[in-house]
């Protein structure tokens, strides 16, 4: 069992920066890949970007790359989204969740086992 809880959302101009923070617990945080999606209102929940579990590779998708990093910090339990260049149509509730299954990279949400309970970007033009 792993809980998440992110943070970190809020109210931004656009072309300004945000950090998200998702905090882990329940299993050895190292041993287990995490990712970030987001969902916008009427649509999909949509891929950001994935870590391993070491933090030694990264995969971002192409909407994002460039502008977001992900990262993590081992021995806080805790995996960060960094976002620069922020633009409207990056709001959305951004959502972090625990691979534990071993394949990496993947982007589809049905691999991934656990999820956060949201925290909410909202980017003003």
């Known amino acids: 069992q792993v809980q998440l809880v992110e943070s970190g959302g809020g109210l931004v101009q656009a072309g300004g920066s945000l950090r998200l923070s998702c905090a882990a617990s329940?299993?050895?945080?190292?041993?287990?890949?995490m990712g970030w999606f987001r969902q916008a209102p009427g649509k999909e929940r949509e891929f950001v970007a994935t870590?391993?579990?070491?933090?030694?590779?990264?995969y971002e998708a192409g909407s994002v790359k460039g502008r977001f990093t992900i990262s993590r910090d081992n021995a806080k339990n805790t995996v960060f989204l960094q976002m620069t260049r922020l633009k409207p149509e990056d709001t959305a509730v951004y959502y972090c969740?625990?691979?534990?299954?071993?394949?990496?990279?993947?982007?589809?949400?049905?691999?991934?086992?656990?999820w956060g309970q949201g925290t909410q970007v909202t980017v003003s033009s």
């Open positions: 969740a625990a691979n534990l299954r071993r394949k990496w990279p993947t982007s589809n949400s049905y691999e991934y086992d656990y």
């Open positions: 870590i391993t579990g070491s933090g030694g590779m990264t």
């Open positions: 329940g299993r050895t945080f190292s041993t287990y890949a």
